[in-house]
């Protein structure tokens, strides 16, 4: 690499614990004094690729092993729900902690992890790299600058429909073995995963949480395991009182439009970003001339757009390297890692109780942390091994079941897009555009068939499971009567090129 980004020949031997999400990392450690000398992972065909893209690293599926090796500091990207606890085991083994999002999963790991940090005097930074695209780097530079003013209200957006990722790995992988679900994204309320919204907001204007309500909804998407509504499948939206008197809308949650909207109000300037562009609104009323502007990077920037995630992911890493090399203190803190986790913890509670407000309490304070030690409350886990299916069923038959919802999601989605829009296609202002909606149904149409026939053996040897019924789901949406028509795929091709002819 051309340029030396810290003026140090000190190296930092790192290990990996979590191979799908931390494969993501691995690759700019190198850039930032980083040397990737160990990883963990459960799973085999992860452990290979980290051997193949680290030689000469040790991989093992043992956690004490693991953590036994010489290394200084391990990127923690384990399951969410087992994060707090993890992070703790990597302190007491002697390493500096640089954790995925969420920090903790109940407010008493909550208290053990932030009084782990504090007594092991090492360095815990939280993985929150949606404050550093670059849009959001530049509004928190202006911010502090004093454009905006003071934040009066805000609303972030973190709205994900991840239904495949339910029955696989983060890869794509089908769960193994392909009877069992994901391990957390298969029930886990949005609420749990508040940071990537609620975390640019808390940097760009300097405030913290201190109030949150949720009222619940109970509509959900189909194809989702749990039916409970404040589980998984269904929307999850707070309002949440900072700091400096302003409100915040924090919305999370499936629904048929993924979502990453972002718009702030000060008492001088509004900001909204919408589909990757940033416009300001300057010059003190709601009336002022609107603008688009061009977030330009910090320096460094560059570098870090190339890393994955808008240059978030390099940006972690560096301010985690950077205070471990330097000392200088990095923005996700334990302590701001806990004001912005908190929020989404008891957000989930207040759906529940139909809309109480929870104050959200400062874990700086040993007072405060006091009344949480031993609140272990946290949302019901699905069983996520033995939960799909009864354990007298034929597991040559119900095995099939992870790859069988994985690509009939796939297809059903193909097919659902197709279908919808055929119905409002008079009215497109560029009807050419479904020529690729039409492709991708194409492309699909052969698994789709097979799937379709796969979900059907399933669903007849257990046709009261859980499985079955998320099949049942997706079968509804694939479009049985057309879709296994002879002669559909020549249809498909026949419009599309009317379609492609008239453009």
Not at 21 to 47: E, I, K
Not at 60 to 80: G, I, P
Not at 244 to 272: C, F, P, Y
Request: charged share 20%; with cysteine.
């Amino acid at each position: 690499m051309a340029q030396a980004i810290f003026q140090t020949d000190k190296r930092i031997r790192v290990g990996i614990w979590g191979l799908g999400r931390g494969s993501t990392f691995y690759r700019t450690c190198g850039l930032l004094n980083m040397d990737v000398v160990a990883g963990c992972d459960y799973n085999q065909h992860m452990r290979d690729r980290f051997a193949q893209e680290n030689p000469g690293a040790f991989v093992t599926d043992d956690a004490a092993a693991f953590l036994a090796q010489d290394f200084d500091a391990v990127v923690l990207a384990t399951f969410c729900p087992e994060h707090a606890g993890d992070a703790i085991a990597c302190l007491r083994a002697g390493k500096h902690v640089l954790s995925e999002v969420t920090a903790f999963h109940t407010m008493a790991e909550g208290v053990a992890l932030v009084e782990a940090v504090e007594q092991s005097g090492l360095i815990y930074n939280l993985a929150e790299n949606y404050p550093f695209i670059a849009a959001n780097m530049w509004l928190a530079r202006r911010w502090k600058e004093g454009l905006f003013g003071e934040l009066m209200y805000g609303e972030y957006e973190y709205v994900h429909e991840c239904r495949s990722l339910c029955y696989t790995y983060i890869d794509g992988t089908p769960v193994i073995p392909g009877n069992q679900v994901h391990h957390w994204r298969s029930w886990l309320n949005a609420h749990y995963y508040n940071t990537h919204s609620l975390g640019p907001m808390m940097l760009i204007s300097g405030t913290r949480p201190t109030r949150v309500v949720s009222l619940p909804g109970t509509q959900r998407l189909p194809g989702y395991l749990t039916v409970d509504a404040q589980s998984k499948g269904g929307i999850a939206p707070s309002l949440i009182s900072m700091s400096n008197g302003a409100v915040v809308r924090n919305l999370m949650g499936a629904t048929t439009n993924d979502s990453h909207i972002q718009r702030l109000w000060g008492t001088k300037g509004s900001a909204e970003l919408v589909d990757g562009r940033l416009r300001l609104r300057l010059g003190g009323g709601g009336g002022s001339p609107k603008f688009e502007v061009v977030p330009r990077w910090d320096a460094l920037g560059e570098l870090a757009e190339a890393t994955g995630h808008g240059g978030g992911d390099f940006w972690v890493l560096y301010y985690f390297a950077r205070q471990i090399l330097e000392g200088t203190p990095a923005p996700f803190d334990v302590y701001t890692a806990a004001d912005c986790t908190i929020p989404g913890l008891l957000a989930y509670r207040s759906a529940l109780e139909n809309g109480r407000p929870f104050d959200v309490p400062d874990f700086r304070d040993p007072a405060q942390r006091d009344r949480f030690r031993d609140d272990h409350f946290a949302q019901p886990r699905y069983d996520t091994r033995r939960g799909l299916f009864s354990a007298d069923a034929d597991e040559t038959i119900t095995r099939e079941f992870a790859l069988t919802m994985r690509d009939l999601i796939s297809g059903a989605m193909a097919y659902e897009a197709y279908r919808q829009w055929t119905l409002v296609q008079d009215d497109l202002a560029e009807p050419a555009r479904k020529v690729g909606v039409i492709d991708a149904l194409i492309a699909a149409l052969p698994r789709l068939n097979e799937v379709q026939e796969a979900a059907h053996k399933i669903i007849a040897h257990a046709p009261e499971s859980d499985g079955a019924r998320v099949l049942g789901e997706m079968l509804a949406l694939s479009g049985e009567e057309v879709t296994r028509q002879p002669g559909f795929r020549e249809q498909l091709i026949r419009e599309r090129d009317a379609l492609a002819g008239a453009s």
